[in-house]
């Protein structure tokens, strides 16, 4: 077997990206479905409203959490499969030498497709549960009473076997377009491509470790989105729900926060794991050129905490827009004027808050990074 269950370890964010999504996207879809499915010729003006009102934001939040978090899975799993081949070539180059082919190799690596097949299940059984009080909550007056929890079979399709089957395809694709080299390549360890490789342009430092700082940060792009994309979940989800208490219940502004928090920290300690572990060479290499181990933490570390304020910044712009665009298109709808003010409060301490987590996280690896056993890892 290739891949075994504790390789899949970091890939977790992946199930819980998938989980999220789900979750959030059946609950306002299962209303959504039921609302359409009401008699409205009776209703009166307030009850059109708040229909209306309902419908709107419930397709508003399928549509934005669908497309953000589906995008955010895709280049998650690639990443993970990606950062697996790497790490595995010499054991897959072996497979090859002995005459496996590349369909046979690629259909080990379906497993990772079946993380999103788990997540979207649990969130799609999760939701179900929730469901209940999701629905209590979004008609608290009861204004509209003939509103009822129905089941609705097409979800089951749309928002788990047909993404589990998309991103199985994914998988198994990526994989044969990674395994396109040459078998020696692979039994070395060498990295082929036929990509012409762009000089990055850096400033002129004054010295070589602030140039070495830069280098590790760029050297994987993938990773600064995931960072960028976890300060990004937190910020924004955080500030929503604080935002949104004059407009939202607090049934709804809970299940934000707890999202929001799952799913940001689990992908930036993630993504720290796997800063740690790629560069465990790398720091190495400069502990025997003489660095401390404080000066490799930063080096390696440091670089991150700037792009995690800057994920944090574009999350705090984002979610402020998004409830503006949200209100602006229900007040047209409804031909009522609703206010938003931007609440610095909320902002403030969701970024205090950030700011402590992140350095737990920080220090929590630097500590990992002086650990590590120089004499050990050359000689591997």
């Not at 259909?107 to 939701?127: A, N, W």
């Not at 979610?319 to 004027?337: A, G, M, W």
């Not at 909320?346 to 650990?371: C, H, M, P, Q, T």
């Amino acid at each position: 077997m290739i891949v075994q269950l504790k390789d899949l370890r970091k890939a977790i964010a992946v199930v819980i990206v998938s989980y999220c999504a789900v979750f959030i996207t059946t609950l306002f879809s299962n209303l959504y479905l039921d609302l359409k499915g009401l008699d409205i010729t009776g209703f009166n003006i307030i009850q059109k409203k708040f229909y209306d009102a309902q419908l709107i934001v419930s397709k508003f939040v399928v549509i934005i959490t669908g497309t953000v978090l589906s995008i955010s899975a895709a280049v998650m799993l690639m990443f993970y499969i990606k950062q697996f081949i790497d790490d595995s070539k010499h054991k897959i180059g072996i497979l090859k030498a002995q005459g496996y082919s590349n369909n046979f190799i690629a259909s080990k690596f379906s497993i990772f497709g079946i993380l999103v097949f788990l997540g979207s299940l649990l969130g799609y059984g999760s939701s179900h549960l929730f469901m209940p009080k999701f629905y209590e909550s979004r008609n608290t007056d009861n204004i509209l009473s003939e509103l009822t929890i129905n089941f609705h079979p097409q979800l089951l399709l749309i928002m788990v076997i047909l993404p589990s089957l998309l991103f199985l395809v994914i998988s198994i694709v990526y994989v044969l377009f990674n395994l396109n080299v040459p078998t020696i390549n692979l039994l070395k360890q060498i990295n082929s491509t036929n990509k012409k490789i762009r000089k990055r342009r850096f400033r002129q430092y004054k010295n070589f470790f602030k140039e070495l700082r830069a280098t590790v940060l760029f050297s994987n792009k993938t990773l600064l989105f995931f960072v960028i994309f976890a300060a990004l979940s937190f910020s924004s989800m955080i500030q929503m729900a604080f935002g949104m208490r004059d407009f939202v219940d607090g049934t709804i502004r809970i299940m934000m926060m707890v999202i929001g928090v799952i799913l940001s920290l689990s992908i930036l300690l993630i993504s720290l794991e796997v800063i740690a572990n790629s560069n465990i060479k790398n720091i190495s290499i400069l502990n025997i050129m003489g660095y401390s181990k404080n000066e490799c933490s930063s080096i390696i570390l440091s670089g991150y905490r700037v792009v995690a304020y800057i994920g944090f910044a574009i999350g705090t712009v984002y979610q402020y827009f998004l409830i503006k665009t949200l209100l602006t298109v229900l007040s047209k709808k409804l031909d009522s004027e609703t206010t938003y003010s931007f609440d610095l409060i909320s902002v403030i301490g969701s970024f205090i808050a950030f700011v402590l987590i992140y350095e737990i996280f920080i220090l929590y690896y630097s500590n990992r990074i002086k650990d590590i056993n120089v004499k050990k890892v050359m000689m591997d």
